[in-house]
Every structure is written in C-alpha cells, then in structure tokens.
C-alpha cells in the first residue's frame, strides 16, 4: 500500500483511536452503574456519543500531535465520575469499576482482529478500499493494545493505579493516593522522554505480534 498523506492517517487514525478511548470510559460506568452508583448514567455518559466523552487535550489534540510525530500513540477522554460511596463493596467495586476499561480494550483489541481476519478471508488480494480498511483494524488493534497496557500500569491515576489503591490496606491506600496529582505530570515525563515507550514496547510487540499470527494462521 502506497505510503499515506497525513490526511489519510488522519482519517484512518480517527475512528478506532475515538471509539478506543469513549468505549474504555463507558465500561467503567456502565460497570459502576451496574454495582449500585448510577453517576455516570444520571449524566449521560452511559453513550457511546464520542462528544459527551472528549476531551480536547487527550482525546483530540495530544494523538493528532503524536500521529504527525509518527512516534508512540496516546490519549484519554473526559474520566466517567465514580461516587464511590454509592457502590456495594465500595474497595472490591472500584477495582472492578477501574479493570473495566483495559478489558474493554481488550474485547476491542480482538474485535479489530476478527475483523481483519474475516476480510482476508473473503479476499486474498484486497483492493486500495478493502485495503485502508485493514489498515484501520490494524490501527484498532494497536491502539487498544496500546490502552490496556498502558492502563495496566500501577500508577495513579490510570486503572492499574486504582487497582492498586483498592488492594492495598486502607492506611497505605491513603498514602497511595496522595500521588494522583503528580500522575499525569510522571506520564508526560516519561512519555516525553521515551522511557514510557521503553517499559511498554516489549508487552505490546509481544501481544501484537500473538495477534498477528492468529490473524495470519
């Protein structure tokens, strides 16, 4: 396939990145909805409507900026409000609530696949659209790839920080997250200076190319 114009990445880039990033929010509400706080759905966040998700930084701004780089992708939508208080087992709720969002892009990560693998299977010799088509699985796949991982991570405020917080006794919960504030600024950080795609590259590769072969097989 002919290399694309920025336009093209673009336009490829923008539906599975939105889709990945308003999905992964939808999950933790609708799961915290479902475990007794109905927060996210008295404000209309249970939609899959990308606007009532944006946001202009994470979800517009930052991937546009990362896609022209062509370096390492990323982004994030408007956090869906937990009341943490409404939940059943408000410690054991929120590490699900917080798990919702990777296993989300995990069922994203395999639906692009299916699809890829379907429409080679009807095509061996795909056409430019069939083309740009599987090029955009293949960008549905890494991004939420991407978005698992990188959510996994033990730091606040992603999900895997959450996790943590639920899962460590309550007094050094507390201690924990004191941390949320300097987060994000430690996410920038080491994105800035590579070493996030250092500690995450290997995992991905690793799951991609697993996906690959299935696809392939």
């Known amino acids: ?42 404000l209309g966040r249970l939609t899959l409507n990308p606007i009532k998700h944006i946001d202009p930084i994470g979800t517009v701004v930052l991937p546009l900026i990362l896609v022209y780089l062509g370096g390492f992708i ?39 696949a299916v699809l890829a693998k379907v429409l080679l299977t009807i095509d061996q010799t795909p056409g430019p659209l069939l083309q740009s088509v599987l090029v955009m699985c293949s960008i549905g796949i890494i991004i939420n790839i991407i978005l698992m991982v990188l959510n996994l991570l033990p730091l606040l405020p992603l999900d895997g920080g959450r996790v943590v917080t639920s899962l460590l006794p309550p007094r050094l919960a507390v201690l924990y997250s004191r941390l949320e504030p300097f987060g994000l600024i430690v996410i920038l950080v080491l994105l800035v200076t590579g070493v996030l795609a250092n500690i995450l590259m290997p995992v991905v590769s690793a799951l991609e190319a697993v996906i690959y072969n299935l696809i392939n097989s």
């Open 1 to 42: 396939m002919a290399e694309l114009s920025l336009l093209e990445k673009i336009i490829l880039w923008a539906i599975p990145v939105v889709f990945a990033i308003t999905v992964h929010e939808v999950a933790h509400g609708w799961v915290a909805n479902y475990l007794g706080d109905p927060t996210a759905k008295s």
């Open 74 to 112: 990323f982004g994030w939508a408007k956090p869906v409000p937990v009341t943490w208080q409404n939940l059943r087992s408000p410690r054991r709720d929120m590490a699900i609530v917080a798990a919702a969002g990777p296993v989300a892009n995990l069922i994203m990560m395999i639906l692009w």
